[in-house]
């Protein structure tokens, strides 16, 4: 590498040093020129030539260049690999770069020569971002050149090209300053290495250990709450956090548009400025390691102890956790053990570590009180866990300091959610984004029972795993607790954090409680998507689209274009009627399923809403009366051959592991004549998966009614007739003839 | 010149150089001996600037060395393992360090590189241990900087080899401001081309001296005394160094100018007297044997 004299006249700090300095480090230089050369330009090629040569002829010109738009944006746009490219490279070239530091020959060389420390420093760093900037760069641009040359060309392309470009360069930014700086504070290649991929990926790994202990130890903990890789300190993720955000969605909705181009960089801004902020601390104390690093630390494996001490307290730390939980399953809760195990580790990490950083086996104990340090901390992290010692099964929060609250199912709600610009989200996502209740107490009221049940429950739960563990019973002794919901409560809290906490909510839960929060707008407008941004763009652009009743039997079938009036309805409705007491104990008569297909002339995404349907929900029942789709609850009688009720009597049967287990044969009755008919459908009911607050009590499973519709009955849109449907019984609701008909014990 | 003043330097528990306080005046060829570990490496990095001493201070006329780049202009540091660039030759090393000193002189270079029969297009990987502490010397000639350390540059060396590297530091003493300081573990090695020598042991300066005032104040003198001849008498008149016997042959190495020790002896009825010249290694076994040292077993190979 060359460095110039900053005195000298001969010498200038530009670009004929960088040059020089990239003459000197040739073979990486020829592995950047090929990487770029080999990713853009002659993928490029590989890439258009292959859809010219497919599909040229079969595909009119629209659709080939359309193709060959797509596949240009894949090779310089979000939807590749190049980031794993970029990663290693970034990786390489920092260790590279200041490997010199570790030989003495090589140290003497250039500390000997007339140049500012600081200059060498500043030089070979930026070295190494030119070297990528420049190479890519170049790339970018021959396969532009070669684009355009065989006819693909829009400015979304650029604009997206840049967008990956900086993007890219932020990654390689991270990846790189944090490697210099653990290149920089190391004394050996090796250690370089190591130390290098310990400051990547260890708060990945402490986020991964504090997931894992908080999903082990703590009852109300949401796990989806806590991305584990969502680590600031690790380029990599964010990156894909990022590419996520921005390639993933980018070519569902919007392909190619300028404006979805600028959006998404809007969502990029916060993490490409993290990322950038840690590049610079990064760079900040690579160049003060750098200053005061001693030339003799040259082949000693660590620079400064206090990075040694870091680096193998974290590692400790972490070994011991992973010990901890692991031990604790292993030993089914005997603290004695777990102590064990984590003195164990510690001794087993630290006499590593000092080996590693001694080179010397005889080193292993070298420093005692270390490895007593990792242990209590290790050990005090378990039982400070294990005890929650923090508070946070009981935490809720000042109401003064929540802004507004989300709740929700642990398993997500029936039925699909969309952004306004019809982007799809999955439950959780659009109840954190679109739920915002502001009665917080009310919600906290929830909070606080819910958590202390889910705490007493799972209490119970490890009691009787362990009790039973040797016990086929357990399951059955579990199964026979009672039903409970699994809820969510989301604060977002005025800080800007979000806190989150799983609730048990049992069936015995004051309902004046629940309908407090649940009988609102803020609560059941986004439970049913009820956006009217979402309606309308619905309703502008959908080129297809049906609205359908299901009773569970009968399926009637309207038109998209109903679609409004048919919300205007239910949300009067959902007003005047929805609460808690009501989900849970009406019963619903049919669901409204919505479904446009944008599918016909363009690659939108198909959508499916439902809506459940209350007897009370006197609007809607009326606006499906009007639009021919509503035909009472169930089919006629006379439409239905028969209906044949099947009894399985081992469904709820309980399985003692000291009893030898009898399986019993399916009953079943066949009744054909009207009047049982008609009690039969008057007594059953369908089945709805996306019901929500109702009970798993609600429907008895042991009895199924099949419902043998009459060949007669009017033709689905398919042109099917007749068919079958199945409906169940309300628990303790069978009645009495088929109770006797099919000998079901009380 | 080049002033270190009471440095200190520890690498671990190792305490490589250990209060060395020590002038090299300017002009002068400078041999720094002492055995493997004694801190010659240790004294030159830090005089070339790549170490900071832990107390001390090392000034090169006058000014700090250590991240100072206007001070290690004047300097050229070849260290005892030279380093070149993987896969370069002698001509791109030229047209590095021609890069990095101002008045690095490229004729000369290519001048001396034939002169030494050094191929410059091959690669410096392919040449020989020797070859490359010849390429250093040019290299370090050529920058054409005041001070030239070589750490143990010239062991190892052929003779003619060494003529030849000796010489053009003679002439660029004569020619230029061109102060050369040379370590070595054996004083051989710096007899014939050193002005000055200072002997380091265990991280300390046993002694610093010109090697002139030595030979002047020390006289190796051979006689045999008549018989009858007070002895005790004799040597009560001398400085005593060595005295040793071999026969009626004495042998003294005696403190003092040679025309007063040879005054004394004129003195004296001897059947025959002489002076002897002293080799450099004689000087030092003289003068470390005084302060307790057996100079033998240090640096002598």
Sequence with gaps: MTFGNSSSDKISLGSMNQWAIAMRRKWLLAIYILSAIIWYPVITVVKLTGDINRLGGLYPDVSLKSVMVHDFSSVIGFDNLSFLAVTLLAFITAIQGFAYLYRRQTVDFYESQPIKRSAMFAKLYINGLLMYLCTAAAGYLLAFIIARAMGVFRLALIAEALVEFVELFLLFLGIYSITVLGTVVSGTLIMGIMVSIFLLSAEAVVRGLVYICSQTYLATFYAAGFNVWNAVTSPFFTYIGTAERLGFRYTDDSVYKIGSVIKHIQEAVAPDIRLLVIAVIATALAWIAYKNRKAESAGHSIVFPLVEWVVKFVCGVAACMLTGVMMDGVSQGAVAIVFLGIILTALIICAVAEIVFESDFRAMFRKPWHIAVVAVVGIGIILGYRFDVTGYETYIPEVSKVESCAMFNTYGMGGNFYEPDGTMLDAGEYFEKYMQLTDIEGVEDIARHGQQIKVEKDRTYRDLSIAHRNDETSEQSMSEMEYCWEKVVMYRMKSGKKVYRLLTLPEYTDPAMLDRVTKNAEYFMPLYNMNDDFINKVMETVDYSELLFNTGCIQQEGSGELYKGFTEAFKEDLEENYCFSLAYNSDPVGTVFYSPDYSVTSDQPTYYISYTVFPEYKNTVKFLEDNGLYTGKMLPEEDIDNITVYYDPNVYKPHYADQAYEYEEVREKEYADPEHIKALMSAAHYDGEEWDWKSNNYLDYSCEVVVNIASHYKPDRYGNRGGTCTLFFRYDKVPDFVKKDLRIAE | ?301
């Design chain 2, 1 to 301: 010149m080049i002033t270190i003043s009471n440095i200190n330097k520890s690498f671990g528990e190792i305490h490589a150089v250990d209060n060395i306080t020590l002038t090299i005046e300017e002009k002068q060829v400078f041999g720094l001996i002492g055995t493997n570990g004694a801190g010659k490496s240790t004294l030159l990095r830090m005089m070339a600037g790549v170490l900071i001493p832990d107390s001390g201070e090392v000034l090169i006329d006058g000014e700090k060395v250590y991240d100072a780049p206007s001070v290690k202009e004047k300097i050229f540091f070849i260290p005892d393992e030279a380093y070149f660039f993987p896969n370069a030759t002698a001509l791109d090393m030229k047209k590095y360090y021609a890069g990095l000193y101002r008045g690095f002189d490229q004729q000369r270079f290519d001048k001396l590189l034939s002169n030494f029969n050094l191929s410059p297009n091959i690669k410096i990987a392919s040449y020989s241990k020797g070859m490359k502490k010849q390429l250093s010397i040019i290299l370090g000639i050529a920058a054409n900087t005041k001070y030239l350390y070589c750490d143990e540059t010239f062991d190892g060396l052929d003779p003619v080899m060494r003529q030849a590297a000796k010489s053009l530091m003679a002439n660029d003493m004569e020619n230029r401001d061109f102060t050369p300081i040379i370590t070595s573990h054996n004083l051989r090695e710096l007899e014939d081309i050193c002005d000055h020598v200072g002997l380091l042991h265990k991280g300390g300066v046993l002694l610093s001296r010109d090697i002139e005032d030595m030979k002047l104040n020390l006289q190796k003198i051979q006689c045999v005394f008549r018989e009858g001849v007070d002895l005790k008498g004799v040597e009560d008149k001398l400085d005593i160094l060595i005295h040793d016997v071999r026969g009626s042959l004495h042998t003294y190495t005696v403190r003092g100018s040679r025309e007063a020790v040879e005054a004394i002896f004129r003195g004296i009825d001897t059947i025959f007297f002489e002076t002897l010249s002293l080799t450099l290694e004689e000087i030092f076994i003289s003068e470390t044997e005084v302060v307790g040292y057996d100079i033998r077993k240090l640096i002598i190979g």
